[in-house]
Every structure is written in C-alpha cells, then in structure tokens.
C-alpha cells in the first residue's frame, strides 16, 4: 500500500500485481490481502498452488516419490505438518467424492478465486502439464465450493 501511495503522488508505474504463495492450504493472502488486490486491482500471481506438490495426494502414502520436490528438498516443511497431511487427506478425498483428481481440485478453486490473475503452475512431466492446463477450463460447483469452505473451517490455516 506505501508504494502504490508513493507511485500516485510521484507519478511512478503502480504495482499491478504481487506473487504470493496461494492454495488450499495456505489462504493467508484472504486475510487483507486480498481486499487490497480487489480494490487496487493488483491482481495476485498464486504460487505453489498445490503446496509443493502435496494437493497432488502423492505424499499422503507410506513413501514419497522419489523424485518429488518435498522428498529432494526436505528442508521445505510448511505443508508436510500433520494438520497439513490431515486436510490434504481430506481435499484429495472430496476431490474423489466429486469425480475430480485432486490437482483439478486445488487448482480449479485458485482459478475461482476474483483476486487471482493467473495461477504459476509447475510440472515434471507433459501429463502434469496437461491435468494443470485442463484445470483452467474447470468450474467447481456450489457443492464443492461449500464443501471446501468446511473443510477450511476445520483446517483453518494449516500451513501458513
């Protein structure tokens, strides 16, 4: 908010965007900084929208993939904390529920959201590439959508 006050009084370019870390896990941006992007038309680049991977559902089981981002670098633990399994367990199961994979759940909801102007995805493989492109033309119904805030409700900030 100090620099786009700044850029108005001195004619700087404004902000037109902020990249934050984004998803089912993490909705901390909902909490003022979303308001902000609304209102200043900052649009948010989401970031890490399936947490590094673990709203895929690959590390819910007994061994992790052994190329995986959360195996190779274990000193990224913020959606690997057992509320985070626990809430993961629960999307990738409501994901199912509904005849959706889980990485279509996670990243059709960011692509819901109104402050979102585009949701940065990674992949390792051409079929990651084309579930994460596919989600683009995914709209989650009401149900889903009222079944995703419970689960937030019940995992409020599991990963912040």
């Given at each position: 908010m100090e620099y786009l006050r700044l850029a108005r009084e001195k004619g700087w370019p404004r902000?037109?965007?902020?990249?934050?870390?984004?998803n089912l896990l993490n909705r901390s941006f909902e909490v003022g900084m979303a308001e902000i992007a609304h209102r200043e038309q900052a649009g948010l680049l989401a970031y890490s929208p399936l947490a590094f991977g673990m709203l895929s559902g690959k590390y819910l089981g007994e061994s992790w993939p052994e190329k995986g981002r959360l195996?190779?670098?274990e000193r990224f633990k913020r959606y690997s904390n057992?509320?985070?399994?626990a809430a993961t367990r629960a999307y990738v199961e409501l994901a199912?529920?509904?005849?959706l994979s889980p990485v279509e759940l996670a990243l059709?909801?960011?692509n819901s959201r109104s402050f979102v102007t585009s949701n940065i995805v990674g992949a390792t493989t051409m079929a990651q590439l084309k579930e994460n492109i596919g989600s683009a033309a995914i709209t989650?119904?009401?149900?889903?959508?009222?079944a995703i805030e419970a689960l937030h409700t019940e995992f409020t900030?599991?990963?912040?």
């Open positions: 902000a037109v965007s902020i990249q934050n870390p984004y195996t190779l670098f057992s509320r985070g399994m199912r529920e509904h005849g059709a909801y960011v989650l119904d009401q149900d889903v959508l009222d900030y599991p990963c912040p």
